[in-house]
């Protein structure tokens, strides 16, 4: 039952959950962050947050259904409630990041607004490539076993994931 429950549970999980799980996320190049304004950053980074915002739902949405199947062991039950509050905790700081990054936008609207547009757009692209590339290395690094941190390193684009990472720990915003 343990094992069905984690393969379902990481199925579910998103790729935002598994980079952090599977400690992948290392930031590479600090100043390659694009672009480079708070505000066009903020732009780039809404529709990446939109998407961590969609998949921790989907990660809340499968644990509420496995609390309320009643084949779940105590213990599991347990692990559950836990992994439940984590992600209630997460999901408000998720939402709590994109209300900034609205703000910060809102700021400017009007000022740039083709350069804002270009930048949801690279955003909308990175993350559609940051979660291919996620499971492009979680089917190849999957059976490293001990080696699995270097294998996932060598696999994923440095610059990709700094730019991503940037959006889901934005210490940018004022």
Request: charged share 25%; glycine share 4%.
């Amino acid at each position: 039952m343990g094992r069905l429950f984690m393969g379902r549970y990481m199925s579910a999980v998103g790729l935002f959950s598994r980079v952090l799980l599977l400690g992948a996320v290392r930031i590479a190049c600090a100043d390659d962050l694009a672009p480079t304004a708070v505000d066009e950053h903020a732009a780039y980074c809404i529709p990446v947050v939109q998407r961590q915002l969609q998949e921790q739902r989907a990660l809340l949405d499968t644990l509420d259904q496995k609390l309320k199947d009643p084949k779940v062991a105590a213990a599991l039950r347990k692990q559950v409630e836990d992994m439940q509050a984590e992600a209630h905790q997460q999901l408000t700081q998720i939402e709590h990041n994109l209300e900034r990054m609205h703000t910060a936008l809102q700021a400017h609207s009007t000022d740039s607004a083709d350069a804002h547009a270009a930048a949801q757009e690279r955003g909308t692209q990175d993350i559609d490539e940051f979660q291919a590339m996620l499971s492009r290395c979680a089917r190849k690094c999957y059976a490293a076993g001990a080696s699995i941190d270097k294998c996932e390193d060598e696999c994923q684009d440095k610059k990709l994931l700094a730019r991503v990472k940037s959006c889901f720990m934005p210490v940018w915003l004022p």
